[in-house]
T-cell receptor, first 117, second 111 residues
Framework: GAVVSQHPSWVICKSGTSVKIECRSL??????MFWYRQFPKQSLMLMAT?????????EQGVEKDKFLINHASLTLSTLTVTSAHPEDSSFYIC?????????????FGDGTRLSIL | KQEVTQIPAALSVPEGENLVLNCSFT??????LQWFRQDPGKGLTSLLL?????REQTSGRLNASLDKSSGRSTLYIAASQPGDSATYLC??????????FGTGTRLTVIP
């Protein structure tokens, strides 16, 4: 149980393109989803926290107008990288928790590798 | 802000050896600590979740220990195999249920 599906797994596109990444909880409802970014040989860094039906909370240094997050349902959150540039090339990974609380394990998607040419 | 550090950054061992990976965190007020495995270019596989009230958690050849007061956790891998080669990450939850990840240990088990 507690499967998170992320799509697509790999994207290559030209500079200036907008790219949408989907994160779905397949067998549970997720009120909260998280988006992380991982640059080569670095660890995962939280970008934003996505709550169903409300605006996302962005970490310091993450541009909310560039990384648009929508969490319109309890099973889907999307991250749109607008006008992507080569420096946005990274591994993006989402996670979800079943319910808010201090002791909830996170369930991760398989990640999306984004390459901007 | 919580900071999580892992030592060593990389480790190479011959097959069959037992090994220990280390994780330290600055804020000991944690609910739990998780160990993950990440294969190159892939997502995360949860290995063990150890609650703050626990001292150890075991799964197969893996054993994780937690010492909250000293801000440390270790992951012990017994009888290592080439298939264990991956990056191992430890993570602790933040106040908003997000995770703070360590810098990772890249393990290579040589056949």
């Amino acid at each position: 149980g507690a499967v998170v599906s992320q799509h697509p797994s790999w994207v290559i596109c030209k500079s200036g393109t907008s790219v949408k990444i989907e994160c779905r909880s397949l067998d549970f409802q997720a009120t909260t989803m998280f988006w992380y970014r991982q640059f080569p040989k670095q660890s995962l860094m939280l970008m934003a926290t996505s709550n169903e039906g409300s605006k996302a909370t962005y970490e310091q240094g993450v541009e909310k107008d560039k990384f648009l997050i929508n969490h319109a349902s309890l099973t889907l959150s999307t991250l749109t990288v607008t006008s992507a540039h080569p420096e946005d090339s990274s591994f993006y990974i989402c996670s979800a928790i079943v319910e808010v609380g201090g002791n909830q394990p996170q369930h991760f998607g398989d990640g999306t590798r984004l390459s901007i040419l | 802000k919580q900071e999580v550090t892992q030592i060593p950054a990389a480790l190479s061992v011959p097959e069959g050896e037992n090994l220990v990976l280390n994780c330290s965190f600055t804020d000991s007020a944690i609910y739990n600590l998780q160990w993950f495995r990440q294969d190159p270019g892939k997502g995360l596989t949860s290995l063990l979740l150890i609650q703050s009230s626990q001292r150890e958690q075991t799964s197969g050849r893996l054993n994780a220990s937690l010492d909250k007061s000293s801000g440390r956790s270790t992951l012990y891998i017994a009888a290592s195999q080439p298939g264990d080669s991956a990056t191992y990450l430890c993570a602790v939850p933040g106040g908003a249920n997000n995770l703070f990840f360590g810098t990772g240990t890249r393990l290579t088990v040589i056949p």
